[in-house]
Structure formats: structure tokens, C-alpha cells
């Protein structure tokens, strides 16, 4: 039974530190700005950022409408919002962590879509 806990939430994404990667799962770089890597954009351009650590992006495996992000920080890193008035940031000890990024999902519209097909 692997660990998962929950750190937090920062916009429309959800911080949780896990004891392992997920095996057999597919990656790609992850887009990095002078503050860290981005996780979220967001659209009014303040971005969820992680200031380091090895951050990948899962590209296999991902529900619709969502993103997933793995990062493995060796030493103590900053979960921050690149904004003039950012969301409260999480400062996340050495460990892994899993980011989920939900993009504008509503259950309940999507419910409303399947009774209505």
C-alpha cells in the first residue's frame, strides 16, 4: 500500500506527497521560467510554480480534463503562485510529491451531459 498525503490546495492545484513514482508510467519535460518549473498557467498569467527539484509531466494514464505532474526534491523547495497577490504558497520538504491540476471540470455539467445523451 503506497502513501499518499495530502499537502494542499492552491488554485486548481492539489499538492500530495507520495512514497514512490507510479511504475510504468510516461513523462515529458516540464516547462521552466527564472522562478521554477511551471506546473499551472493560469489564465490571468499568474503561474503555479515550483522552484525546483526534478519535476516531469505524466503524458500516459491521465483522465480527461486533467494534468499530472511528479517532482522528486532533494533538498526543501517552494510551491509558490508568481502573482502580485499570490495564494498562500507551501514550502515542501525533500520527498515526492504529486501535483493534479484539474482544468475547469464540473461534475456536475458533465453529469447533466451524460443523463441528456
Known sequence: MHMKQVIGQQGECRIIK???LPAGM???TVDR???GF???HSESGHHHVLT???VMER??????????FFAILDEPQS?????????????LD???YEFRVSREFDPFAEQARRVAD
Open 38 to 40: 511551471v506546473i499551472s
Open 94 to 96: 525533500p520527498g515526492i
Open 18 to 20: 507520495i512514497d514512490a
Open 33 to 35: 521560467i527564472a522562478k
Open 79 to 91: 510551491f509558490i503562485q508568481d502573482a502580485a497577490n499570490p495564494h498562500g504558497g507551501y514550502d
Open 26 to 28: 510516461e513523462t515529458k
Open 52 to 54: 525546483g527539484g526534478d
Open 59 to 68: 503524458t500516459n494514464n491521465v483522465p480527461s480534463g486533467m494534468q499530472i
